[in-house]
């Protein structure tokens, strides 16, 4: 528990280092007028997101790792997403990680970090698609249903972020060790029991 609580807190001024700096940029291109980004629609109101990087709330609180991880590095996640994800032929998930390790650098910390996210997005998007339609029957039950996707969502981004601070393979090891690499496990077996999303049948 010990562990748990410090490697938490760990991550979360990891973070904040970023939406420190990030926020500093964002405000600096705002008064420049770099960030304007027209008008809403709607409301009529101006919009200053065109630079934006990270939504903080957005992502302390997101109901799934898909979501967290759309708010955090918001330009690199958009530059990923088209050089990577929409043209990789295999697993488009895995392949545009192992780009941003590789992007990141050669410690073992970052591979590990961003392997194991892959393997958390691809095994939380199937069990999505067997859990949530379970939790649509009424008001209470789907907000109970987004503060528990919440809660994991932050859990596995911090147990799997902290390589990105430990760096060495040796380190990283000694600490999943402490928690008998549950999250791992867990997640492994989710992943094989839930059945695979059924593929659409083009009619000619």
């Known amino acids: ?5 410090q490697s938490t807190g760990v991550c ?3 973070r904040f280092n970023y939406y420190f700096a990030w926020i500093l940029a964002d405000s600096v ?10 008008y809403d629609s709607e409301s009529g109101k101006a ?12 992502t302390e609180c997101s109901s799934s790792l898909r979501l967290l991880v759309a708010n955090w590095n918001v330009g690199t996640a958009l530059w990923l997403r088209r050089v990577c994800y929409e043209r990789s032929t295999w697993s ?7 780009l941003s390790a590789t992007w990141h650098g050669f410690y073992p910390g970052y591979y590990g ?3 194991s ?3 958390f997005i691809l095994t939380s998007r199937k069990l999505r698609r067997v859990v949530r339609p379970l939790f649509l029957g009424g008001t209470f039950i789907k907000m109970f249903y987004d503060f528990l996707t919440t809660v994991c969502s932050l859990i596995l981004i911090n147990y799997s972020s902290i390589q990105l601070c430990l760096l060495s393979f040796d380190r990283n090891l000694e600490f999943y060790k402490y928690f008998y690499f549950l999250p791992h496990i867990i ?10 999303p059924k593929r659409e049948v083009k009619r000619e």
Do not use: E, R
């Open 47 to 58: 919009l200053w997101n065109k630079i934006t990087n990270v939504y903080p709330t957005k």
């Open 92 to 98: 488009p998930t895995v392949m545009t990680y192992l």
């Open 29 to 38: 291109s705002n008064v420049s007028g770099f960030g304007f980004n027209g």
């Open 12 to 14: 979360t001024v990891y």
């Open 113 to 115: 970090c961003f392997m």
């Open 187 to 196: 997640c492994g077996v989710l992943y094989v029991c839930c059945p695979a």
């Open 117 to 119: 996210s892959a393997f």
């Open 1 to 5: 528990a010990v562990v748990s609580t």
